[in-house]
């Protein structure tokens, strides 16, 4: 058997085609379109990436989209009063502080700078105020990555409710936001971590399994129940060929693209997953795209809201 690969492209595809019309609407309504503003600090290679496919994507959907990219050694004081500009700029309804920022900036700053970000343009759904009404199940602007793998889900006609769900990570960004999403729609959620003893056999009575740790690899078939739809959420970059000749064969499309370009972005899950699961998303072209998607539909809700006075 080999599982059914769920496209994250196409699905990308069918979710930015269904916001031309309220983008255009917006446009007529507000004599400008929705305005996304990235900010991203430092020079950290794999966010320069998603800064500018996120950048790219909003400009393609009719988004008014700009960058704001500051040095490593910027000063959180001076990302603070960005960011405070940037809440009271008319023009802009979206903030996306990419993370992570620079270590430098100091232990508590992401939770700073998140916090400070007006929650009626947090995009990115990391405010408290929207992270609590989450948990209530009545936000809008919910985590892109998370929200993304619902779509995915529900697009594919998996059935969440009644089913056995499994996160294997519990981070603020995907983990703890994606538990709450299946669990609002009925799936019965269990959370897993670095402490959670044989993690192998809770995620195995997973009907759906996303696995969101950062681990290359990690995920292999003993994790598995036959048939299980399992989200792989992970992007790694890995430039170690022996890693790598350990995963793919020769031939492998992927190892071929790894001789090339020296490096390429590894999911959460080993590729013999593949031969156990139902369903699978790729890396790359499986939640990546959606990721980028939410982030456009969240922009045009904000605007939305913004724009008929419903303040967040
Ligand atoms: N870094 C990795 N994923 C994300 C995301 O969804 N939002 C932000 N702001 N930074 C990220």
Redo the contacts with the bound molecule.
Sequence with gaps: MSAIRLDGIAIGQQIRAGLRAPVAEFTRQAGRAPGLSLVLVGDDPG?HL?VSSKLRSAGDSGLDAEIHRLPGDTPIDELLRLVDRLNRDERCDGI?????LPTQMGADAERRVFDAIDPAKDV?G?HPTNVGKLVQGRADLV???PSGVIEILERSGIRIAGASAVVIGRSD??GKPMALLLLHRHATVTICHSRTRDLASVAREADILVAALGRPAFVTTDFVKPGATVIDVGTTPVSDAELVAGWFEPGHKRRDAFERRGSLVMGDVHPGVEAVAGALTPVPGGVGPL?IAM?LKNTVTAAMNRLNGIGL
């Excluded at 996306?96 to 992570?100: A, K, M």
């Design positions: 966010s998603y996306l502080v990419q993370s992570p990115d990391f985590a892109c990555t960004i995907v990721t982030l």
